[in-house]
Nanobody
Framework: QVQLVESGGGLVQAGDSLRLSCATS??????????MGWFRQAPGKERDIVAA????????YYRDSVKGRFTISRDNAKNTVFLQMNSLKPEDTAVYYC?????????????????????WGQGTQVTVSS
């Protein structure tokens, strides 16, 4: 059974930073063959991609509204993906989910469509006050 467990969410003020972590596990889950993504869903809105990273970590994607503020990274030795969020804004308030897509033989693939993701975490709340 594959598990993705997010942590690091919380209540912060505008301009603050947070670092989300997503620890993955599973007897047959080879983290280094999966592209990873962070999504978010605000109340009454659809779940949207925030950032994605290829299996090897060399390629990344960011939605326009977080470019220059958020950084996605991964540690394949620790089976963990991170989302560093700086200069947080109230509009970043949402439940943040990590997800895994794959497995892939290429280390360069990342996915921006949620339908491509096989496994999802339970989510962590991020609230940014003004």
């Amino acid at each position: 059974q594959v598990q993705l467990v997010e942590s690091g969410g919380g209540l912060v003020q505008a301009g603050d930073s947070l670092r989300l972590s997503c620890a993955t596990s599973g007897r047959t889950f080879r983290f280094m063959t999966y592209a990873m993504g962070w999504f978010r869903q605000a109340p009454g809105k659809e779940r949207d991609i925030v950032a994605a990273i290829s299996a090897g970590g060399s390629r990344t994607y960011y939605r326009d509204s977080v470019k220059g503020r958020f950084t996605i990274s991964r540690d394949n030795a620790k089976n963990t993906v991170f989302l560093q969020m700086n200069s947080l804004k109230p509009e970043d308030t949402a439940v943040y989910y990590c997800a895994a897509a794959g497995p892939y033989t290429s280390s360069l693939i990342y996915q921006t469509d949620g339908r491509a993701y096989n496994y999802w975490g339970q989510g962590t709340q991020v609230t940014v006050s003004s």
